[in-house]
């Protein structure tokens, strides 16, 4: 057993500013020692992304208390009876699904949608069903099997990917959600080609992510909606050719700008009223991927007619359809070669005892990425 500091989420629906109702509570706990296939990681860093946030506001129910946090990255400390893949010292990015590799959908190439990984992060527990955090004698909840917002955690081997130990952990972190999910949904999901035309409708981690991976896919024109503007350079600087500020004239815009419409619509929001909004900006024959989450209670409403005849395609991508021991190296070494500018998507780095504050920044939609930093 070792002691760490966490940052524990004690109750969800707690009003804004953060920084006064205070969620999270960051508190020294007890860390069990990993069990078979599983292993310990020293925290090095780890992003604030809105999945957290859907859980701090209650829109994404989730057991509690939790240790929360899921957009990591570290460097292993102690491996588990049964794991081979992995060693002391290695630095490693976590995937938010551990795949069992014997499900259907792990067997169909589709690990992110694994059943038995998206069971035990619903219970809030490892795929092994244990709980390793504790306060008090009392177990904490896990979150996506990661539990990214502390010192130390305890995963299971197949949450983990070898990356290169030349990357920056700060920015390693980043690409176990933000960019897995927004350059997967246009490669892996949309299938985006050279040369066709993408729009992306909304400028968080996960849509800058999705306009960087449209750039180095080769498509042209990307288009970038977002009512912030202070985010629109940023947009342009990394790969959109057009920036909107969206509103009731987008759709029309996008159409002028394409031609009749986009290819492919990437909607990075959680919004059923943007994801319409993307649907309508595209082509016949278009394709739209929905992205964010939104909250359970919405519903979209679409002509159902255009699906059939107008040949369009809406889909669903989580994790931006990853195989993260595939794309989380490919996409390493795109950010490597210089074709996918991962750096911009750094807003901002900060303390553990920052944490709430750093969710208040996140809610008012004012800057990129956040990412908390630990002391080695």
Same mark, same amino acid.
């Given at each position: ?12 629906? !707690? ?24 292993? =310990? ?51 490693? $990015?976590?995937?938010?699904? #551990? ?11 589709? #690990? ?11 219970? +809030?527990? !490892? ?12 177990? =904490? ?27 920056? !952990? ?19 999901? &949309?299938?985006?080609? #050279? +040369? ?5 409708? @909304? ?7 999705? $306009? ?39 759709? +029309? ?11 492919? &619509? ?14 309508? &900006?595209? %082509? %016949? ?30 889909? +669903? ?14 996409? $390493? ?14 807003? @901002? ?28």
């Amino acid at each position: 057993m070792i002691r760490t500091r966490a940052a524990i989420l004690e109750r969800s629906g !707690l009003p804004a500013p953060y920084a006064v109702s205070r969620p999270l509570t960051v508190a020294e706990v007890d860390l069990a020692p990993p069990g078979p296939g599983e292993v =310990l990681v020293r925290v090095a860093a780890a992003g604030l992304c809105h999945s957290d946030l859907s859980v701090i506001d209650g829109s994404r129910a989730r057991p509690l208390p939790m240790v929360l946090g899921h957009e990591a990255a570290g460097v292993v400390v102690e491996v588990g009876p049964g794991v081979r893949a992995l060693r002391p010292d290695d630095p490693v $990015v976590f995937s938010v699904v #551990p795949a069992c590799g014997g499900c259907v959908p792990c067997q169909s190439g589709r #690990p992110a949608l694994c059943e038995p990984g998206a069971a035990a992060n619903t219970a +809030g527990t !490892l795929v092994s069903g244990r709980r390793p955090f504790s306060r008090a004698g009392v177990e =904490l909840h896990q979150h996506l099997g990661v539990s990214g917002f502390s010192e130390y955690t305890v995963v299971a081997a197949d949450s983990l990917v070898v990356v290169d130990r030349t990357l920056p !952990l700060d920015r390693a972190a980043l690409f176990g959600c933000a960019l897995l999910t927004g350059v997967g949904a246009v490669v892996n999901t &949309a299938r985006a080609r #050279p +040369g066709t035309s993408v729009v992306v409708f @909304g400028l968080g981690g996960v849509g800058l992510a999705a $306009v960087m991976g449209a750039r180095a896919a080769g498509c042209h024109p990307v288009l970038a909606v977002d009512p912030v503007t202070a985010k629109h350079q940023l947009a342009r600087e990394i790969g959109a050719s057009h920036v909107l500020d969206g509103g009731p004239d987008t759709v +029309g815009g996008i159409r002028d700008l394409t031609g009749g419409g986009a290819d492919t &619509a990437i909607e990075a929001v959680g919004s059923a009223t943007v994801l319409a909004q993307a649907y309508a &900006a595209t %082509r %016949r024959g278009g394709t739209t991927v929905a992205v964010g989450l939104p909250h359970p209670q919405q519903m979209l409403t679409i002509p159902a007619v255009s699906l059939v005849g107008e040949e369009r395609t809406l889909m +669903g991508s989580y994790l931006g359809g990853a195989v993260p021991r595939r794309d989380i190296p490919r996409y $390493v070494a795109l950010y490597q070669a210089g074709l996918l500018p991962a750096d911009r998507l750094l807003g @901002g780095t900060l303390r553990l005892d920052e944490i709430n504050d750093g969710f208040d920044v996140l809610a008012s939609a004012t800057t990129t990425r956040q990412v908390v930093v630990f002391d080695s």
